[in-house]
């Protein structure tokens, strides 16, 4: 079974920082895309960055400029260095792997449990 776990998430005051893991396990073969979404109370969930194995990366412009994805794809981990936050980035945030590949040649969808970020004003 795979299975993605966050964690990093917590209660931060404007302006401050927060660094988000993302680790995948189980039986895994490869992952092309990871990345993370979140979503706030009463809001839809939203993409707010992905990164590809080769390193291409997409952000929500909502956070470029204050967020950095990362990965190191021999620990099949996922980051989220967040900057400069403001209460506007509190939310649940969620790390997805859209097609995983299983060892026995599968292809899975794969979300993480959620972990709390909460933004201070």
């Known amino acids: 079974q795979v299975q993605l776990v966050e964690s990093g998430g917590g209660l931060v005051q404007a302006g401050g920082s927060l660094r988000l893991s993302c680790a995948a396990s189980?039986?895994?073969?490869?992952?092309?895309?990871m990345g993370w979404y979140r979503q706030a109370p009463g809001k839809q969930r939203e993409l707010v960055a992905a990164?590809?194995?080769?390193?291409?990366?997409n952000y929500a412009d909502s956070v470029k400029g204050r967020f950095t994805i990362s990965r190191a794809n021999a620990k099949n981990t996922v980051y989220l260095q967040m900057n400069s936050l403001i209460p506007e980035d509190t939310a649940v945030y969620y790390c997805?792997?859209?097609?995983?590949?299983?060892?026995?040649?599968?292809?899975?969808?794969?979300w993480g449990q959620g972990t709390l970020v909460t933004v201070s004003s």
């Open positions: 997805h792997a859209p097609a995983l590949v299983t060892a026995t040649g599968t292809y899975r969808e794969v």
């Open positions: 990164i590809t194995s080769g390193g291409s990366i």
């Open positions: 189980g039986s895994i073969f490869g992952i092309n895309v």
